[in-house]
């Protein structure tokens, strides 16, 4: 059995409903060690919330602020570190929630960019950082891919075990966790890419190989990602800051 092309836990396992709201419909997951070992995923606790992304929607700010919280724990100072590449609208999510984001005492931004543009890995960038600063938590925020279409742009996922740059898109890097860091980590993201061969099997085809090698977009992906990265920017304020 092949489990399909996705960073998205709910999508490997069956959660339970923590909340359900007019607007929202909040699902938490956890892998143990098995099925992590099971389904290549981290371990650890896996929060979605999906929602149209609008930064109107209090009730989705809301939601992702309390995971944010719930999987952080105290945090007086908190490093958001946004990745991606800066030059490919899909992959910009990080990009995105960085140059939002209110920083001041309590919250530190970082664009570590990708090893394709600087030739350093992002890993690096963030280690030396958070020797300097030596925040509570790090929240990562990255672009993600799913296996179903209808999430793509309004499936928030938490994680509270960190995340392995680039791991959407079959480009895995130095994962970023308290293992590597050593510091809290948890990540935030957004599916803004589905597999072509995955939209082919949702259809009812049977995908070649040459389909599993494209990744499509949706074609308003700029209005897009720049609102999901309005939402998480807003959540990342109400869970640290207000």
């Known amino acids: 059995f092949m489990y399909p092309i996705t960073d998205m836990a709910?999508?490997?396992k069956t959660g339970s409903?923590?909340?359900?709201?007019?607007?929202?419909?909040?699902?938490?997951?956890t892998l143990d060690e098995k099925d992590a070992r099971r389904l290549g995923k981290a371990q650890g606790t896996y929060i979605t919330v999906e929602a149209d992304a609008d930064a109107d929607n209090d009730e989705l700010v809301s939601s992702l602020a309390d995971g944010l919280k719930e999987t952080s724990g105290r945090a007086d100072k908190v490093l958001v570190v946004?990745?991606?590449?800066?030059?490919?609208?899909?992959?910009?999510?990080?990009?995105?929630?960085?140059?939002?984001?209110?920083?001041?005492?309590?919250?530190?931004?970082?664009?570590?960019?990708?090893t394709g543009v600087t030739g350093?890995?992002?890993f690096d960038v963030v280690k030396g950082v958070c020797n300097v600063i030596k925040p509570d938590v790090v929240v990562a925020v990255d672009s993600l891919a799913s296996a179903t279409v209808s999430r793509i742009g309004r499936a928030f996922q938490i994680c509270s075990s960190g995340?392995?740059?680039?791991?959407?898109?079959?480009?895995?890097?130095?994962?970023?966790?308290?293992?590597?860091?050593?510091?809290?980590?948890?990540?935030?993201?957004?599916?803004?890419?589905v597999y072509a061969s995955t939209i082919a099997e949702e259809c009812g085809g049977k995908p070649d190989g040459k389909l599993s090698e494209l990744i499509v977009t949706p074609k308003d992906i700029d209005y897009l990602v720049d609102r999901c990265a309005e939402v998480i920017s807003k959540a990342l304020s109400k869970a640290f800051v207000t």
């Open 17 to 29: 409903i923590r909340r359900k709201t007019e607007h929202t419909v909040r699902t938490d997951i």
């Open 10 to 12: 709910m999508e490997l």
């Open 120 to 122: 350093i890995e992002s």
């Open 82 to 114: 946004g990745l991606g590449n800066p030059h490919l609208t899909a992959d910009m999510l990080g990009n995105l929630v960085t140059d939002k984001i209110e920083t001041g005492e309590r919250i530190k931004a970082l664009r570590p960019s990708v």
């Open 163 to 193: 995340i392995t740059p680039g791991s959407g898109v079959g480009n895995h890097r130095i994962r970023l966790c308290y293992e590597t860091l050593g510091v809290k980590v948890v990540s935030i993201g957004v599916p803004l890419v």
